[in-house]
């Protein structure tokens, strides 16, 4: 089945305790994105990546860290997190850049 | 990016047909109109994409008139798990790089 996964769905850490959120796509897509979603503002990109070892900022990427190694994954890293980064994360693939985006489930992170 | 603008909320009740329409007079000549649905705690969905004159799948149709100006998704006999909110985005893109607006939030009532 074609999808785009994330893990974990929910976490619960400490400010400043680094972490990272997976994202696999099975799809053998090329391009890959990171969205958290707030009330209120709707989804915001964070970073996005063209290809393998291309990436660039959304239009927040601060406190953010994205790699891209293979094709299929696309993790976000939060080195040092801070309350405000508590959200909904979503990633999302496409084939190229003007086709459908494919979503996660999502991934809700709470920082205290 | 084309700035958008839709309704914020839009009520309907199951079997009837709705139209959501969204403003977008910064339209490029280069841009598609590609709409996504979002349930709560769930990824957004795509629903439709077009760039002109009218678009039909088996979910939805979407209305552009030749300024491409705004644009309507149509969602004939909505059913209560229609309820779920519905964002248009313009972009040269299919949803990458692209703006999401706060959409409209469509409630079906039975």
């Known amino acids: 089945e074609a999808q785009v996964t994330q893990n974990p769905r929910y976490l619960i850490t400490v400010t400043g305790k680094k972490l990272t959120v997976t994202c696999s796509q099975n799809?053998?897509?090329?391009?890959m994105s990171w969205y958290r979603q707030d009330p209120g503002l709707g989804l915001r990109q964070i970073y996005y990546?063209?290809?393998?070892?291309?990436?660039d900022k959304g239009d927040v990427p601060e406190g953010y860290k994205v790699s891209r190694k293979e094709k299929r994954n696309f993790p976000l890293i939060l080195e040092s997190p801070s309350p405000n980064q508590t959200s909904l994360y979503f990633c999302?693939?496409?084939?190229?850049?003007?086709?459908?985006?494919?979503f996660g489930q999502g991934t809700r992170l709470t920082v205290v | 990016l084309a700035k958008t603008t839709q309704p914020i909320s839009m009520d309907s009740y199951e079997g009837q047909e709705v139209n959501i329409t969204c403003s977008h007079n910064?339209?490029?000549?280069?841009?598609?109109i590609t709409w996504y649905q979002q349930f709560p705690s769930q990824g957004p969905r795509f629903i439709i994409q077009?760039?002109?004159t009218k678009v039909t799948n088996e979910v939805a149709s979407l209305f552009i008139p030749a300024d491409r100006k705004s644009s309507t998704l149509s969602l004939p006999r909505v059913s209560l798990s229609d309820t779920a909110v519905y964002y248009c985005?313009?972009?040269?893109?299919?949803?990458?790089?692209?703006?999401f607006g706060a959409g409209t939030r469509l409630f079906v009532k039975a």
């Open positions: 990546s063209m290809n393998v070892e291309v990436t």
């Open positions: 799809m053998n897509h090329e391009y």
């Open positions: 077009g760039y002109k």
């Open positions: 999302a693939s496409s084939l190229v850049e003007d086709t459908e985006a494919f």
């Open positions: 985005l313009v972009g040269d893109t299919g949803g990458f790089k692209t703006i």
């Open positions: 910064n339209i490029a000549t280069n841009d598609y």
